[in-house]
């Protein structure tokens, strides 16, 4: 069974700062999606960025940007200029491409960012 | 456009109650699902579907039903409500396959269920 592993509860960061969080998995499938989503206080879910895992290419979306180690089976996301608006709970999750389209969530981190 | 609509978004059960959440959408997505969320344990998957009259569990399926009749639906019924299963829930939707925004998982706005 697939697991996605989150070992960072809770992380503060600085205004305009950098910070990156942290996401592991562990799956015997070679095709796979991997995200990142954000869910502010309003409860809501809003992706924030997707790595298919045949691509070896780092995705990015504007601030956002992930390391994906495929080998390690790491999938880190990196936030640049760190806003006032970034602070949330960020889920990463794991959808399998086996036929189950079967999506797995971790536990989440929640960050802070301090002006 | 709708996306993805629960409802409702809160409901107060006496333990041994039923209830069913109501789950629909509009984007003529194959994948169904849905989540439960509880503090410090992220979205956990209860049950889930792939297309009509498909259904499987996910990781936490004891004390939820659900089904598949049409596309659009996939209402989550608790036969007998418990206080373990107070939560927040989550209904979410995704197209299969590759290409366009492909895997974005599109979910409902939640519903809070407080089972006493």
């Known amino acids: 069974a697939q697991t996605v592993t989150q070992s960072q509860p809770e992380m503060s960061v600085q205004e305009a700062e950098t910070v990156t969080l942290s996401c592991t998995y562990d799956?015997?499938?070679?095709?796979?999606?991997l995200f990142w989503y954000k869910q502010p206080p309003s409860r809501q879910m809003i992706l924030v960025i997707r790595?298919?895992?045949?691509?070896?290419q780092n995705a990015t979306e504007n601030r956002f940007s992930v390391n994906f180690q495929k080998a390690a089976k790491s999938f880190s996301l990196k936030i640049s200029d760190s806003q006032l608006g970034d602070a949330a709970m960020y889920f990463c999750?794991?959808?399998?491409?086996?036929?189950?389209?079967?999506?797995?969530f971790g536990t989440g981190t929640r960050l802070k960012v301090l002006a | 456009n709708a996306g993805v609509t629960q409802t409702p978004k809160f409901q107060v059960l006496k333990t041994g109650q039923s209830m069913t959440l109501q789950c629909a959408q509009d984007?003529?997505?194959?994948?169904m699902s849905w989540y439960r969320q509880d503090p410090g344990m992220g979205l956990r998957l209860i049950h889930y579907?792939?297309?009509?009259?498909?259904?499987d569990q996910g990781e936490v399926p004891n004390g939820y039903n659900v089904s598949r009749s049409t596309t659009e639906d996939f209402p989550l019924r608790l036969l007998s409500a418990a206080p373990s299963q107070t939560s927040v829930y989550f209904c979410?939707?995704?197209?299969?396959?590759?290409?366009?925004?492909?895997?974005?998982?599109?979910f409902g706005e939640g519903s809070r269920l407080t089972v006493l």
């Open positions: 790595q298919e895992a045949y691509k070896q």
């Open positions: 979410a939707s995704s197209r299969r396959g590759r290409g366009g925004n492909t895997g974005e998982l599109f």
């Open positions: 799956t015997s499938e070679s095709d796979y999606y």
């Open positions: 984007m003529n997505h194959e994948y």
């Open positions: 579907s792939v297309g009509a009259g498909i259904t």
């Open positions: 999750a794991y959808r399998s491409e086996g036929g189950t389209y079967k999506y797995i």
